[in-house]
């Protein structure tokens, strides 16, 4: 072309061309390179999408006790940092085959030692990678501690301490990422160097031949070596991608551990629906272990009929909450099974089993939504009018109504702008919208003051009526209406009856009751002589100055 620029008779009009065939070139150069890069963010990010909601959808499908043994940290970094790690395996190989794919494969041919290197140090690299990674869900599961925790941290003076804490996790983190990429730095350097040294042989060689007058002709030889140094670029961006791919496939082990784990409890190959009402619900001969060899549950057995209330006591430790974590599968007993209507709950499927349970528990959960949006979790597409009844019968719809935006006001992080009795009654109205069969309260008032405890107590027992009900608590006093208490110990049946009839006993029943009437009693009797002692004082302190 410059030939042609000198010697055109028309060079003006020659340059012009060569003006716009340069303004061609970069413009297709820059779009295509535009177009490259969508591709790739495109593909990536949809491998990533799938990945992470597949993730997450497996996180679901995990028995309860998977999530016992499990830090919730290390679970969100599986999903958060782990996923993003994986990107790297396919952005940084496809860039690299896009930029020259025939050099690439020339390269996969003639660079057997630098691939030998590469691999060696690929195996430490994603050793030190896994080890970054578990650091990260440490620094991740701290965070969530210290946020989750932060009323207490505050109130004990714990700055210090967590503050140590986090620093020797967010130090080991950083430690493992310089070893990490100390080792990674390596590789670029060796392997270009040892392409280098395969160029300056082939070089030595050639050249010898052409000077002796034998092998291919210089020029041949000349394109032969420049298309050879043109392999220590990709060589060398190789070497580069190993690292990333290195870290993706540390990730992706941790991420396929988890998708590997099968879910304990599914639905049986030929489930059925349960339909209401409920008529019997039935205990047989029921055992369940946590850890092998160590029973939390032996031998359960009972019948509880439509409509009646059973209340279940006992010591902390005697598996209360794990006998009632029975019913809606969140465990499988280890032995016998556990029926409602004839029907074992095993081949019944999960999703028709649960929605015919309601469950009220001490510790509320309730999300980062606003107030509507979580009671109607209880029925999602629930008219605001059925909302507005089920708040109303649970004893919300006052304080509901006097908040700034009322039934779509945000509640914040697990319903922190509110208090324990406001949380407490929606998860009651969500309930009550819920309208199941099956009631479970697991401690629902325990943890209230009487004012809040009185309406939570009267919205329950709103909730109670036509439901067969199964109740835990602590507090004798909230079971003494209860058709029937099974008085646990030691994860067995030690008892049960009425109230009336267990008190006439000589066993456990009578003993705790005794116990919390004592405390109880204790406790009236201190309130009721602190103003009495303080009117004494005043007395005497009258006295005092006026003699």
Request: with cysteine.
């Amino acid at each position: 072309m410059i030939a042609a620029l000198v010697h055109s008779p028309d060079r003006l009009e020659t340059l012009r061309r060569f003006c716009f065939v340069i303004v061609l070139v970069f413009l297709l150069k820059n779009i295509f390179w535009y177009a490259q890069s969508f591709l790739i963010v495109r593909v990536e990010q949809g491998v990533i999408r799938d990945l992470r909601a597949s993730l997450y959808r497996h996180y679901l499908g995990l028995p309860i006790e998977f999530y016992n043994d499990a830090g919730a940290g290390t679970l969100i970094s599986r999903i958060t940092n782990d996923v993003t790690l994986v990107r790297g395996i396919l952005a940084y190989t496809t860039a690299v085959i896009l930029a020259n794919w025939r050099l690439f494969l020339l390269t996969l041919l003639v660079a057997p030692p630098a691939f030998y290197l590469i691999n060696r140090v690929g195996r430490r690299l994603r050793r030190y990678s896994t080890r970054s990674q578990e650091r990260m869900a440490d620094i991740t599961g701290g965070l969530q501690e210290t946020i989750l925790g932060i009323r207490i941290i505050k109130a004990f003076n714990l700055e210090r301490h967590m503050g140590e804490r986090f620093r020797r996790v967010n130090e080991d983190y950083g430690s493992s990422v310089i070893r990490m990429n100390r080792t990674g730095a390596l590789a670029p350097p060796i392997t270009e160097m040892l392409g280098a040294g395969m160029g300056v042989i082939i070089l030595y060689l050639g050249g010898r031949d052409i000077v002796r007058g034998a092998g291919m002709e210089g020029a041949q030889f000349l394109m032969f070596l420049i298309g050879l140094f043109a392999l220590m670029q990709p060589i060398r961006a190789l070497s580069q991608v190993n690292i990333q791919i290195e870290e993706g496939i540390a990730a992706s082990e941790r991420i396929f551990k988890i998708l590997d784990t099968p879910p304990t409890v599914r639905d049986a190959p030929r489930a059925r629906s349960l339909a209401p009402p409920v008529r019997e619900i039935r205990f047989e001969d029921v055992s369940f272990e946590h850890v092998p060899g160590v029973p939390v549950l032996r031998d359960i057995r009972f019948d509880v009929q439509a409509g009646e209330m059973i209340a279940i006591v006992g010591l902390s430790g005697a598996g209360k909450s794990t006998l009632i974590d029975l019913l809606p599968r969140f465990y499988d007993p280890d032995a016998g099974r556990i029926l409602i209507n004839g029907e074992d709950i095993r081949v019944v499927r999960l999703e028709s089993l649960r929605s015919m349970i309601g469950l009220v528990t001490q510790e509320t959960v309730l999300f980062d939504d606003t107030v509507e949006a979580n009671i109607a979790l209880g029925k999602p597409g629930a008219t605001h009018e059925e909302i507005v009844r089920a708040s109303e019968a649970a004893n919300a719809h006052r304080f509901i109504r006097e908040m700034p935006q009322g039934y779509a006001t945000p509640i914040g992080d697990r319903g922190m702008k509110l208090s324990g009795g406001q949380r407490q009654r929606l998860a009651i109205a969500r309930a009550i919208l819920r309208d199941p069969p099956i009631l479970v309260l697991d401690e629902a008032t325990s943890a209230l003051d009487s004012e809040s405890e009185a309406l939570v107590q009267e919205a329950v027992e709103r909730l109670l009526r036509n439901r067969t009900t199964f109740v835990i608590a602590h507090r004798l006093s909230t079971v003494q209406e209860a058709d029937r208490i099974l008085v646990l110990d030691r994860g067995r049946i030690e008892d049960e009856g009425t109230h009336d009839e267990l008190l006439a006993r000589d066993g456990l029943y009578q003993r705790l009751y005794r116990m919390q009437f004592r405390d109880a009693t204790a406790e009236r009797s201190s309130a009721a002589a602190a103003p009495a002692e303080a009117a004494d004082a005043a007395r005497e302190t009258a006295g005092r100055s006026h003699g």
